[in-house]
């Protein structure tokens, strides 16, 4: 009877470890097929003479990243010699029963910083040099991102000297850990290459320039909102028990109510302004709802995970015009959805998480964003001098596909070559 028993608990462990680990893998899927909907948004929403390196960029950063964790992000943020154990074979094996395999927690991971660095990419487009941007890419995603991330979700002391989870900071999934992050380099990298050509006027107007394809943004956000399942579901960890299922299912459905909220706030705001429903408004409303709700989705109930959502709808809206009023040039809203709202979502989790605190939020907050922020700017000032980032006035106004990719998306319908 007892070696029976030994057998069942045997059998049982095994069950959950590989539950847990196909859950896991799943959702790194579902996060690693928002890099289609971060090139897709992107690609909507710039003009069609830019389309071709949007494109290169969202393939091109997926792979950097892929490469720059395994070789020396992975280490950074969690400790360990991640880059000979891969080699090897030896440190992705997973031969002690665990929660999970090592190596889907590292593809998991990946998938992250994978989506920081995406948020970068269209803050920057359709002026930036590809190269000056892919060079950023391997900084950002081997050493800028991990550091930060050791700090927060590794648990390590801020350079030695404090802790931010024993300040009470918290966030579940990366509303500024992934977000903000990403926004602050993002940041960092339209203050050094400047606004569009034609984008302000000399008199302080402020000109639209319309995205070139609509469906393929809201295809984009449609392909993002099902990520997102992946992306805050997976930061459940498990779902081989009751209670980490239930848990998944709350984060699901939180998840998905915080993008509603947002996307009906911010079309409502739009209207109110504009006198129109405005499309792209509605898109970031839906993304800044999402990421409003992704730094604590596990313990609001729905009807705060909606209202959490709308707040970030209402507010993305006002921070769109406000940058733009500030003449930081911004084609798709990156920086407004994802870091003026991941602040949001940080300062939102002390409302229904009561082992977090606002003090230790906004220091988590300040941490974040100083280190991502004047770090970034420094690697792209250094950038700039020594190649450039920015491409010639000729080549922004024929399309960077041309200069930079050598083709044209649309070359039917497009007469940029002369």
């Known amino acids: 009877m007892e070696e029976m028993l ?37 690609a909507g929403l710039v003009r069609s003479k830019n389309t071709t390196e949007i494109l290169t960029k969202n393939i091109a950063l997926y792979a950097i990243a892929s490469i720059m964790y395994f070789v020396s ?30 190596s889907a927690d590292f593809f998991f991971q990946v998938v992250f910083v994978a989506t920081a660095m995406s948020i970068v990419s269209g803050a920057v487009a359709e002026r930036m040099k590809l190269w000056a941007f892919l060079i950023f890419a391997v900084v950002m995603t081997g050493f800028i991102y991990p550091m930060e991330g050791s700090w927060t979700w590794g648990g390590n002391a801020v350079f030695g000297m404090y802790t931010l989870g024993d300040l009470g900071f918290s966030d579940f999934a990366g509303s500024g ?22 984008k302000y006027g000399k008199n302080g107007e402020i000109n639209a ?12 956000t449609f392909i993002l ?6 992306f805050n579901g997976g930061s ?43 499309l792209t408004m509605a898109l ?4 800044a709802g999402l990421v409003a709700i992704t730094a604590e989705p596990s313990t609001p109930s729905a009807l705060q995970a909606h209202i959490f959502g709308a707040l970030g709808g209402v507010l993305v809206v006002f921070s769109i015009l406000t940058l733009d009023k500030m003449k930081i040039d911004d084609p798709v809203g990156a920086i407004s959805v994802h870091g003026v709202v991941g602040l949001l979502g940080l300062l939102l989790v002390p409302v229904t998480n009561d082992g977090s605190s606002f003090s230790g939020q906004l220091i988590g907050a300040g941490t974040i964003f100083v280190w991502v922020f004047v770090v970034s700017l420094i690697v792209w000032m250094v950038i700039k001098a020594l190649m ?31």
């Not at 980032?389 to 080549?395: A, I, L, P």
């Open 73 to 102: 992000g992975y280490a950074i943020m969690y400790g360990g010699d991640y880059f000979l154990s891969g080699i090897t074979g030896d440190g992705f094996s997973g031969d002690e029963p665990a929660t999970y395999a090592p």
């Open 236 to 278: 459940v960890l498990a779902t081989s028990d009751v209670a980490n299922s239930n848990a998944v299912a709350v984060v699901f459905m939180n998840t998905n109510a915080a993008a509603a909220g947002g996307a009906v706030a911010a079309l409502i705001v739009a209207r109110l302004l504009f006198g129109k429903a405005d």
């Open 225 to 230: 909102w099902l990520g997102w399942f992946g």
């Open 177 to 198: 850990i992934v977000h903000m992050a990403g926004a602050a380099a993002a940041l960092a990298g339209v203050l050094v290459l400047g606004a569009r050509k034609g």
């Open 209 to 220: 320039i319309p995205g070139a394809n609509l469906p393929l943004a809201t295809l984009g």
């Open 284 to 287: 970031n409303g839906a993304l």
């Open 388 to 418: 450039g980032v920015r491409v010639s006035e000729e080549e922004e106004y024929e399309g960077v596909d041309i200069s930079e990719c050598g083709m044209e998306a649309y070359p039917e319908f497009t007469t940029t070559r002369k």
């Open 6 to 42: 030994n057998t069942t608990a045997g059998d049982v462990t095994q069950l959950k470890y590989a539950l847990d680990t196909f859950y896991f893998l799943v959702c790194g899927a579902l996060v690693m097929w928002m890099a289609a909907g971060f090139a897709m948004l992107e």
